[in-house]
Nanobody
Framework: VQLQASGGGLVQARGSLRLSCAVSGASVTHVGWSRQAPGKERESVARMVGVSDITYADSVKGRFTISRDIGKRTVSLQMNSLKPEDTAIYYC?????????WGQGTLVTVSS
């Protein structure tokens, strides 16, 4: 199973970014995005299980949207109204056959 995340970069506060994750070797039924800011532990940002089970961290509710394309095996994270505290390395993940797989991460930097 391989995951390749992309779309990170530098953006000003209140701006938007869209992260994408290409998945190979696994379905995208159970997917998620997490992030790790400098000096902090990794935290779950958004998770999608099955058809309609979607959860978001309180800190991103109303600003971030997770989506997927089952045919293309891609997972996306639309991030709007970005804040400096959203600065982190973002990781996509997929849960498949009892295991969690992670991509290499993509850096998002939000300037004030």
């Amino acid at each position: 199973v391989q995951l390749q995340a992309s779309g990170g970069g530098l953006v000003q506060a209140r701006g938007s970014l869209r992260l994408s994750c290409a998945v190979s070797g696994a379905s995208v039924t159970h997917v998620g995005w997490s992030r790790q800011a400098p000096g902090k532990e990794r935290e779950s940002v958004a998770r999608m299980v099955g058809v309609s089970d979607i959860t978001y961290a309180d800190s991103v509710k109303g600003r971030f949207t997770i989506s997927r394309d089952i045919g293309k095996r891609t997972v996306s994270l639309q991030m709007n109204s970005l804040k400096p505290e959203d600065t982190a390395i973002y990781y996509c993940s997929v849960h498949n056959r009892g295991y969690d797989y992670w991509g290499q991460g993509t850096l998002v930097t939000v300037s004030s």
